[in-house]
């Protein structure tokens, strides 16, 4: 499943988006220094594939509803987890861009969940060991199902995590991971077995093509796992850090916005600038009395009922409204002011 | 919706990008980094922020209506992805219960105020995101961030996964409507028949590939798909990202909506 930028806070996405972006460039780093000029085409195409590839849907048994190929253990089976990585990146960022799945910021978010830890974590840790030489097609299919169960539960539960860092979703934690797991252990086992027969299609009907990609990518092979295990460990040191770092910047999220929410706590730029003319009005206005729309009877009432708000006015909910329902007014009519306009022009 | 119909919507931002406006003539690079401050300024709000968000509709209704995106369009595709973010912020009016305020007589609780802000932020990145797209075209967006220090490599799988994206929905289509043509209620949509199908496309695709590899060759590939186009930051570019990170700061740091709500409060009187 896909994040999305409305539940991100800004911290989370950009530390991913580092992370992201340092694998990236590791991949792009490595496939440069022994990339056959072939694979370059090649992997292209393969991520056409890919989409071409979820326009063929099949009935799931006994269940009824379709599913289709999601596609990271299948392209880190075939091309290697570098030029994987930057296919499924690709890919993410085509679906970001073009079908809004997701949105930018979370696109590193994306990339991590469902790139990483396909390409670097389970192909090389899971899937080659298990797998060893064999070309059983047996062992193929159940290798791929283990791969691709731990591939959606990883990145189900990165999507959990970022969500619950940001802290923009209510959702306890037990709930969420309740949730999203199971969802993505039934995705899991389709992908797997769908991955797998793939897999076992082509090497029955043209088995020169996964040989023909093995050879021509000497850097699937023979990839160390010390390396891998040496940059994941240094990649979450790092985004360790970052994270405490911005957490500790904000020691209190909640109290600072709800500070914010009330319009308490303003910032010290306010000083000058545009502020104090606006906050002059503000005082003007201020001292019109019952200008909310608060009855005066509701006051205790409210006070018992939320004691963790203190100093809510309704006065500044009213104004907020009325000045949204305003601004939105002002938006809409310059929008339509400039079409019909330009239709004038036209 | 089917996935013809959204191979057809690819094709309409495709189309969308090469029409000729003031907004189509900025220069990519300066359109990706404003987008980005857009969205990051966005994301940026605390989560029961949703009165000081409205400004922020102004930008992509500019690009929409500067640079003639068919509003409808953009907000269909705005609704066909929102179902996720739906999903998880859904359960925060029940979750946050504690009452902010009360207006009219009704209360207002803490998570319904987050879900819409979730809403409303939920809005504007994707239309934002997608906007880019309709204003740049995808290899404008490409090859600008290629200038902006994106691997080369990256930079190319990109522009050949877009190129290919079309070739090869094409051939799937013709692989659907020929099964659909020789299968009649469930029979021939199990995983059985898919499998052959995939199997068959990605076949397919590798000779593609190959095929696409010596034409290249022979036209004097190396590795890199460079641009022709030369770029050049024009005064408009300037202006535009000045204007924009000048929007983007007063309306973040400034609560302009509620001093508009007061004057309005004010003058009533």
């Keep these: 499943m896909h994040m999305a930028d409305a539940l991100l806070s800004p911290a989370v996405g950009m530390t991913l988006w580092a992370g992201t972006a340092a694998v990236g460039g590791y991949a792009s780093k490595k496939l440069k220094e022994r990339i056959d000029d072939r694979t370059i085409p090649l992997m ?62 979370a696109l590193g978010c994306n990339i991590w969940n469902l790139g990483f830890y396909p390409c670097y974590l389970v192909y090389p840790l899971l899937y080659k060991p298990l797998i060893g ?20 539960q990883l990145g189900a539960f990165s999507v959990v995590l970022e969500t619950l860092l940001s802290g923009k979703s209510e959702l306890p934690f037990g709930a969420f991971l309740l949730l999203m797991q199971p969802i993505h252990l039934a995705i899991g086992i389709i992908e797997g077995f769908v991955t797998a027969a793939i897999i076992n299609h082509v090497r029955s009907a043209r088995p020169e093509i996964l040989d023909g990609i093995a050879a021509s990518r000497p850097l699937g092979a023979g990839i160390s796992l010390k390396k891998v295990m040496i940059t994941f460990v240094v990649l979450a040191v790092v985004t360790g850090g970052v994270l405490s770092w911005f957490a500790s910047t904000h020691p209190n999220g909640l109290e600072w916005s709800i500070e914010k929410v009330t319009g308490k706590g303003e910032l010290p730029e306010q000083e000058h600038g545009t502020a104090p003319v606006l906050k002059g009005i503000q005082e003007k206005t201020a001292f019109l009395p019952d200008y909310g729309f608060k009855p005066a009877g509701n006051e205790p ?46 | 919706m089917t996935f013809d119909a959204q191979y057809f919507d690819i094709g309409r931002l495709d189309r969308l990008s090469y029409r000729d406006t003031f907004v189509h003539h900025l220069d990519p690079r300066v359109k990706v980094i404003a987008t980005m401050l857009f969205l990051f300024t966005v994301i ?27 509003v409808r369009f953009i907000l269909r595709k705005v609704l066909l992805v929102s179902p996720f973010a739906i999903l998880i912020g859904v359960f925060n009016p029940f979750l946050d219960t504690g009452t902010v305020a009360i207006i009219a007589g009704i209360p207002i609780s803490a998570g319904s105020l987050s879900f819409l802000s979730i809403l409303l932020k939920f809005t504007l990145t994707i239309s934002a995101a997608l906007l880019l797209i309709a204003t740049t075209s995808f290899p404008g967006v490409c090859h600008a961030l290629r200038r902006l220090g994106l691997p080369s490599l990256f930079v190319s799988q990109l522009l ?16 659907t409507r020929a099964r659909d043509m020789r299968s009649f209620g469930t029979r021939g949509a199990g995983i059985k028949v898919f499998v052959r199908l995939i199997g068959t496309l990605f076949v397919r695709t590798v000779d593609r590939a190959e095929r696409i590899y010596y034409a290249m060759l022979s036209r004097g590939f190396q590795g890199d798909i460079p641009s022709l186009r030369r770029a050049r930051i024009a005064v408009t570019d300037l202006a535009y990202l000045t204007a924009m990170v000048m929007f983007l700061a007063v309306f973040r740091f400034y609560r302009v909506t509620e001093g508009i709500g007061c004057l309005a409060q004010g003058l009533l009187r």
Aim: hydrophobic residues 55%.
């Design chain 1, 133 to 152: 030489e064999s070309q059983n097609p047996g062992r193929i299919v159940a290798v791929s199902l283990v791969s691709a169960v731990a591939v959606l």
């Design chain 2, 44 to 70: 940026s709000f605390p989560k029961y922020e949703v009165v000081a968000l409205v400004p922020f509709f102004l930008f992509p209704v500019l690009l929409m209506t500067l640079g003639e995106i068919p």
């Design chain 1, 301 to 346: 009432k409210k006070e018992k009922m939320a004691p963790a708000w203190p100093g809510i006015e309704a006065g500044t909910s009213a104004a907020g409204i009325i000045g949204a329902a305003i601004v939105l007014g002002l938006i809409l009519l310059i929008g339509v002011g400039i079409r019909s306009f330009r239709g004038r022009d036209a």
């Design chain 1, 44 to 105: 292209g195409v393969l991520g056409a594939f890919i989409f071409a590839s979820q326009m063929i849907n099949f009935t799931i048994p006994g269940t009824g509803s379709s599913g289709h190929l999601g596609g990271g253990m299948i392209l880190a089976i075939i091309l290697g987890p570098h030029a994987a990585f930057l296919v499924m990146a690709s890919v993410l960022t085509v679906q970001a861009l073009f079908f809004a799945d997701g949105g930018l910021l």
């Design chain 2, 160 to 175: 050949f996964l877009y190129r290919y994206i079309f070739v090869l929905m094409e051939e799937a289509m013709r692989i």
